[in-house]
């Protein structure tokens, strides 16, 4: 499927996959916010399981869960249907995501001011791209801001005593 082109092969479809997740939702009556976590590199079963950030939003403002794989156009047509099906045209959506997720939910943001009203990106490098930025620096800030490298060090030294000591 192509969101931008009118050419007869763009109107091929596929199975779309998200889940919704209403334990805590205020409703629509309440304008209770919809927070979109857009997926990364895993399954989108695996975020669900796994990632609990978004369920601490939810339990605390009363919000609704929208768990989506896909592309940004996929995002936004997901978006609109959901707040239609669910009469939540005027809940606001807010998209969060980590890592290339927070990449996803930063950029759906810019690219769909009209869908979301913001978006919360958690250790997103958004503007690390190859000839932007040193080849390293994500890793070096990376590195810096949670003394990885001393951790690293300690971990190899205590892991080589260990080999010594072990016969």
């Not at 239609?84 to 998209?95: F, Y």
């Not at 919360?120 to 070096?140: Q, V």
């Amino acid at each position: 499927m192509d969101h931008f082109n009118f050419n007869k092969e763009s109107y091929m479809t596929f199975q779309q996959r998200y889940v919704v997740n209403s334990k805590y939702w205020g409703g629509p009556n309440d304008s209770s916010p919809i927070f979109l976590f857009v997926g990364d590199n895993v399954d989108i079963m695996e975020d669900i399981e796994y990632v609990g950030f978004p369920l601490v939003l939810a339990s605390r403002f009363k919000g609704l869960l929208v768990y989506i794989e896909q592309a940004l156009a996929d995002y936004a047509q997901i978006i609109i249907d959901v707040k239609k099906n669910m009469s939540a045209e005027n809940c606001p959506v807010i998209t969060v995501g980590g890592s290339y997720g927070g990449m996803l939910a930063s950029w759906f943001r810019l690219k769909y001011p009209h869908v979301t009203y913001g978006a919360l990106a958690s250790s997103a490098p958004i503007l690390y791209f190859l000839g932007l930025t040193p080849e390293n620096g994500y890793s070096s800030i990376v590195s810096k801001d949670f003394n990885v490298s001393q951790i690293m060090e300690l971990s190899m030294h205590r892991l080589q005593a260990q080999l010594v000591t072990t016969p």
